[in-house]
């Protein structure tokens, strides 16, 4: 299990975490979905959390239109993306509490250390599974 992605998709999740910080960014990827997935696209979007330190966010109406455009391309919802600022590389309990796309790749970039992290975990419904990253050229 695992989940492709360019150099230029990672740098530019990771581009857009440093940008965000304080607050967390997210957004959402696209291109074949299935036990090994690979982005295609990614498509940023508004953090529009109450809490926009701790907490992510897309709201209902950005997501849909998102979610359209990517059905209208032909590709799939491989999952997500957001940035902990300051926190640990893992999903947190929020993350668990809130996540709400079964199979699907949530991966989070940590900025905590000195360098930026990426990892990326599928959403089993009850708990989150760890997955490799292929970054690939």
């Not at 492709?4 to 979905?33: F, K, Q, W, Y």
């Not at 991966?107 to 490799?132: K, M, N, P, T």
Request: glycine share 8%; charged share 30%.
């Amino acid at each position: 299990m695992a989940i492709e992605l360019s150099e230029s998709h990672r740098d530019a999740i990771v581009d857009h975490a440093r940008e965000g910080a304080p607050e967390e960014v997210v957004g959402v990827l696209a291109g074949t979905h299935g036990e090994d997935a690979s982005v295609e696209r990614r498509y940023r979007a508004t953090n529009a959390a109450e809490t926009p330190e701790t907490r992510y966010e897309i709201a209902p109406e950005a997501e849909l239109e998102i979610l359209e455009r990517i059905d209208g391309s032909g590709l799939d919802v491989v999952g997500f993306y957001h940035s902990h600022p300051r926190g640990p590389l893992e999903p947190s309990a929020t993350d668990a509490a809130l996540a709400a796309w079964p199979g699907h790749s949530y991966v989070i970039v940590s900025l905590a250390g000195d360098h930026a992290e990426l990892g990326s975990w599928r959403w089993r419904g009850e708990r989150f599974e760890r997955e490799s990253i292929r970054v690939v050229r």
